[in-house]
């Protein structure tokens, strides 16, 4: 049976697994349904320590961003990776799959992970952000789409519907994650 627990909650109470799990992070715009998925797989952790901004993982990570732009956004001219710090991701346009709602909502998610080998933070959850840990089991990818089917129709505004669609791209982002950071554990 899956199991998904609140990411720092998890590291409090000592709970986060050291040989690799999944985190998702969502970040919401208060002002619209913009909304960004930071998607990032671990494996051969050091340490996890808290810092100044979040929680630092002195581990390999592979990232994967999924960008919700509402149609009356008034900045989608410009490419996701050079927009301003809350609303930008790693990609410019051709490296993203892009889904449109049939309300014109655009759904960016990136086609290939973006791999720190070092180390990398998640960010401190403010306001409606959450940041939550899936730990390896064996129905992960059943977890991960329900997941992101009510995440994307609930939070992030898009019609059911093209949520359950785009879903099966994200998925597909996600498994090839997935079977990176585990063939690069043995």
């Known amino acids: 049976m899956a199991v998904v627990k609140e990411l720092f ?6 709970e986060l697994p050291s040989h690799g799990g999944f985190i998702v992070s969502a970040f919401f715009d208060a002002n619209s349904t913009y909304t960004k998925y ?7 952790v050091k340490d996890i320590y808290p810092s100044e901004d979040g929680l630092t993982f002195q581990a390999e990570g592979r990232k994967i961003f999924v960008l919700v732009e509402p149609n009356n956004y008034s900045s989608k001219h410009i490419e996701p990776a050079y927009r301003d710090a809350f609303h930008k991701i790693p990609y410019r346009y051709k490296e993203l799959e892009t889904y449109t709602s049939r309300r014109q909502d655009r759904i960016m998610i ?9 180390s990398f933070t998640i960010v401190k959850s403010q306001g409606h952000n959450f940041s939550y840990i899936f730990y390896h089991t064996e129905d992960l990818l059943e977890a991960v789409q329900e997941f992101f089917e009510k995440s994307i129709w609930r939070d992030a505004g898009v019609p059911r519907v093209d949520a359950k669609n785009v879903t099966k791209t994200i998925l597909e982002s996600f498994n090839r994650v997935l079977e990176e950071t585990m063939s690069s554990d043995e």
């Open 110 to 118: 990136g086609k290939e992970p973006v791999i720190t080998y070092t």
């Open 38 to 44: 930071e998607v990032t797989a671990y494996n051969a």
């Open 9 to 14: 909650s998890a590291y409090s109470n000592g």
